[in-house]
């Protein structure tokens, strides 16, 4: 596996950050869904990945600066063919490792709170993180489930 930056003039990437996009809005009730589209994760604020198993697009994640000591990991994204191969933990703690070494100490996300979004919800705990309240521009909603981590120097 090799984690890249992401190439957006590379259209298997963009073919996969829509299919993330269209997934996430239709498991998720209207108005809850907070995936961006390219577009969005086209600022300065944002890093975004791309996972790599031989010449294969496996999976895309993204890391977003709320604070010079908080961020969000965004957009993470497993190709439905290459789930279980370990791409979504590779992402997951590449993306940890970032906000390490950018200085974050801390580091959030949202996500769904539906069933669809269990295998992501169990990834993420094993990985440390644990419930929250909303941070950042989200507020309460039932159909988004907040999870946080400490950073702390491994």
């Given at each position: 596996?090799r ?6 003039n590379?259209e ?6 829509a299919?993330?996009l269209?997934?996430a ?9 907070h ?8 600022t300065?604020?944002i890093?975004?990945?791309?996972l790599?198993?031989d ?7 993204a890391?977003?600066?709320l604070s ?7 957009s993470?994204?497993?190709?439905e063919?290459m ?8 992402m ?9 070494s950018?200085?974050m100490?801390r580091l959030?996300l949202?996500?769904?709170s539906w069933?669809?979004f269990?295998?992501a ?5 094993s ?6 309240p ?7 909603d ?10 702390r120097e491994?």
């Amino acid at each position: 596996m090799r984690i890249i930056p992401a190439d957006f003039n590379d259209e298997r990437v963009i073919a996969l950050f829509a299919i993330h996009l269209a997934t996430a809005r239709a498991e998720t009730a209207p108005g809850s869904a907070h995936a961006l589209d390219v577009s969005g994760l086209r600022t300065p604020d944002i890093r975004v990945w791309s996972l790599w198993i031989d010449d294969t697009l496996a999976g895309i994640g993204a890391l977003k600066r709320l604070s010079n000591d908080h961020g969000e990991v965004k957009s993470m994204h497993t190709a439905e063919a290459m789930r279980g191969r370990g791409a979504g933990r590779a992402m997951l703690r590449h993306i940890i490792a970032a906000a390490r070494s950018e200085g974050m100490t801390r580091l959030s996300l949202e996500t769904g709170s539906w069933a669809f979004f269990r295998p992501a919800h169990a990834l993420y705990r094993s990985e440390g993180f644990t419930d929250c309240p909303p941070f950042g521009v989200y507020g309460p909603d039932p159909n988004s489930l907040f999870l946080t981590l400490e950073l702390r120097e491994s």
